[in-house]
């Protein structure tokens, strides 16, 4: 029986420790992490948007000038 409830302890600390570990890595990489996931997302949204909107090298006015009737 103490040897079954050894074993469980040794799992235990086991499972604990690597937890710990995958925790702290990624802790320690946030931001590696944290950027890639960001040019991912913007590969996908301005890859999408080349090719089905054409993207203008320059804008007009935010409101157009109506011309006057006189």
Do not use: C, H, R, W
């Amino acid at each position: 029986m103490q040897k079954i409830i050894n074993a469980i302890a040794v799992a235990s600390g086991v499972v604990s420790l690597t937890v710990v570990g995958a925790t702290l890595g990624i802790y320690l990489n946030k931001d590696a992490i944290i950027n890639s996931i960001q040019e991912k997302a913007l590969e996908a949204v301005t890859g999408s948007i080349g090719e089905s909107l054409p993207i203008p090298d320059a804008t007009g006015n935010v409101i157009p000038k109506i011309p006057s009737p006189f």
